[in-house]
């Protein structure tokens, strides 16, 4: 099968359930640790093949090295400003899978710190402003990207570069489901090491539930990669 958005929310919605149903306040803090050091991590390496390519680690080269595509469209976007570069998400595929499995009050812990720590990862002094998100019940998700800032030349320059780059620097969502599992499994052994071990087999056997015991066991075994690693 092949892994999409939803896999990828769905699990995390499963995981951040089990461990506030668990363990209650410590719970909710460990799932967000859990999701900084996540985005930390995928920060870092969108940095390293940005330096690989001789790229400087400002917000247009973050922009240039995301990690994954919107292939189905589930993620509708719009242009705020070129000077700052400001954007909205007015549809959002990890919101639209945490609506329709009743687990957006779980699901709205990622967008809480994911973003910005994905930022602190690449470069500690890149600042990035949040002003809203859907999950919260905003009519859009604001960013603003501070330290990029185009006009109409080099917005086309940088939409060409983009291009020109393809899939290369893209993962797909396997590894990233892999990834949060790996990372979060990580945070809770550290933080809630009793509870650990339960909150990922039970956020495991509610995702094979969903979408079949292959595609649990296909999470788990890929959850042995590198995920330091370019």
């Not at 892994?3 to 929310?9: D, G, R, S, T, Y």
């Not at 400002?58 to 595509?69: D, Q, V």
């Not at 998400?89 to 809480?112: F, V």
């Amino acid at each position: 099968m092949e892994f999409q958005i939803e896999h990828h929310a769905a699990l995390f919605a499963y995981l951040a359930r089990e461990a506030l149903q668990r363990c209650g306040a410590a719970g909710e803090e460990a799932v967000r640790e859990g999701v900084r050091q996540y985005g930390r991590q995928r920060g870092r390496r969108m940095a390293r093949r940005a330096q690989r390519d001789g790229e400087p680690p400002n917000m247009t080269s973050y922009l240039l090295y995301g990690e994954w595509a919107d292939r189905e469209g589930k993620n509708r976007q719009e242009l705020l400003g070129l000077a700052p570069y400001a954007t909205a998400c007015l549809t959002c595929g990890w919101c639209a899978c945490w609506q329709e499995l009743g687990l957006l009050e779980y699901g709205k812990l990622y967008c809480l710190d994911v973003d910005k720590s994905l930022v602190e990862g690449f470069n500690p002094d890149l600042v990035l402003d949040i002003h809203s998100t859907l999950s919260a019940g905003a009519e859009r998700c604001h960013f603003v990207w501070n330290g990029a800032s185009f006009d109409g030349e080099s917005a086309a320059a940088f939409a060409a570069k983009k291009a020109a780059m393809g899939e290369k620097n893209q993962r797909d969502f396997l590894y990233h489901t892999a990834h949060l599992l790996h990372a979060m499994g990580e945070t809770f052994a550290q933080l809630l090491p009793g509870e650990s071990e339960a909150i990922c087999q039970g956020a495991l056997a509610a995702f094979a539930n969903r979408y079949g015991q292959p595609a649990a066991d296909a999470v788990k075994a890929a959850t042995q990669a590198d995920f330091e690693a370019v």
